[in-house]
């Protein structure tokens, strides 16, 4: 029998999420140099792209035209996406690996992690990344209720997340309305009396996450201005000598905002570092957040004791995503990831799990742009092949023997031609109305439109 990635007994992959790490997993798979691989794409929504269409924000078009770069990927004659299958519940981990040579999970951070405050769950503070699903037309996000009538709003963490939510908050909704932004977002945008979002960093200045560019986004939005203690970043500059120059030039920019004069503006972001929220008051909903002056103890903070109320009617905790467990699978619930060497998937006890990978955010963490995915996922796949000579001669059937599992299970298996076709009218629908596209945000609508399969 001849050998897994040969011609007779192509290398058949699974690869679970079809978000940058997903498509650039399949990418090298494809690419490899002597392996003949077939990759099956699987998605849980017959959407692809993940965190692309889903997390980068609405007004970052240019960040989400990376999706040409994965059209590519999907137009291999070797690539299937296998779209409207929920790996974990509609196919288990065990019927993958019955089923192909080798499994790449790359299903991301879907969850947030939490403050552990009193008040955090009243009505009114939410995690950042339901505002971020909910403006991006998440279909699960759709019914979620956010509260715009006060005219403060609190984010908390100072990371690139808090700088795009803010920044939904903070834009005209003129311009939001001519990018990709879901409509029941614009709908309460328009009604929005949010005039300050105030923006809580635990750390000193220096240790701000975000990057420069974000900022200025924000500074330079007509209308819009940005309020920064000017003796905070002084004090950063002078705690942080050593700083990359990212960093410096970074913090100067804060600094020449902090030393411009008060620009006159409709709406304003204030950038307060050396700041916990310690509570969240409120009857029912949150009315106020109260917030602990920190003070730099090395590279970390420290409570002072001194605490301030400051009211507001949202509050967004934008403090990082978390991984959640796939069944089947091994989970470490301390780093919201599955416990890997090197994107080989091992157990609680650090023994190999066989033909089973991780890449992408699942493996490391939420950390990183779009690119660095693709190195990472590059590594996994790397160890991936290596693996392959000791993998048995038996060929894998593939995906096309699990698809009457799947049709007996009642679901409908979408392929990336479906895509291309809610894709068409997505686009089509957003010209008739002046937007970058209409993005459809119901699955059970998206299935109506495509119809039977084939
Ligand atoms: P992040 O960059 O890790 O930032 C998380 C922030 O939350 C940090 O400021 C962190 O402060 C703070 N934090 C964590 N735990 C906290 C707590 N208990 N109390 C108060 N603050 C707390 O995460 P992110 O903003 O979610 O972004 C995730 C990744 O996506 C990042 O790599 C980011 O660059 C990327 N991203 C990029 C873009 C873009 O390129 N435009 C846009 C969005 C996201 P400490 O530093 O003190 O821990």
Known sequence: MSPAGSDSNPLRVAVVGS??????????????????????????????????????????????????????????????????????????????CEHYHQLVVTIGSASDRKLGVPGEDLGGSHAATSFVNWYNALPEAAGERFDLSHERAIVVGVGNVAMDVARVLLRSVSELGQSDIADHTLALLRESRVREVVVLGRRGAEHAAFDQSEIQDIAELDGVAVDVDGDEIAAALAAAPDADSATRRKLEYLQGLAAAPRKPAERRLVLRFLSSPTALHGDGRVREVEIERNQRQGTSARGTGERTRLAAGLVLRSIGYRGVELPG?????????????????VDAEGALVPRCYVAGWIK???????????????????????????????????????????????????????????????????????????????????????????
């Open 364 to 454: 490391r963490g939420p950390s990183g742009v779009i690119g660095t995915n693709k190195s990472d996922a590059s590594a996994t796949v790397q160890r991936l092949l290596e693996d392959v000579p000791a993998l048995p001669d038996a060929p894998r059937a593939g995906g096309v023997a699990l698809d009457a599992l799947l049709a007996e299970r009642g679901l409908r298996v979408t392929s990336f031609s479906d895509w291309k076709r809610l894709d068409a009218i997505e686009v089509e629908r957003g010209a008739a109305r002046g937007k970058v596209r209409d993005k459809l945000c119901s699955v059970p609508e998206m299935l109506a439109l495509l119809g039977a399969a084939g």
């Open 19 to 96: 978000g940058p790490a997903g498509f650039y997993a399949a990418d090298a798979l494809l690419k490899a140099a002597g392996v003949v691989a077939e990759v099956d794409l699987y998605e849980r929504l017959p959407t692809p792209f993940g965190l692309v269409r889903y997390g980068v924000a609405p007004d970052h078009q240019k960040i989400k035209s990376v999706t040409r770069a994965f059209e590519k990927i999907a137009s291999h004659p070797r690539f299937r996406l296998r779209g409207n299958v929920h790996v974990g519940r509609d196919v288990t981990v065990a019927e993958l």
């Open 329 to 345: 699978l091994p989970f470490d619930a301390a780093s919201g990831t599955v416990p890997n060497r090197e994107g080989r998937v």
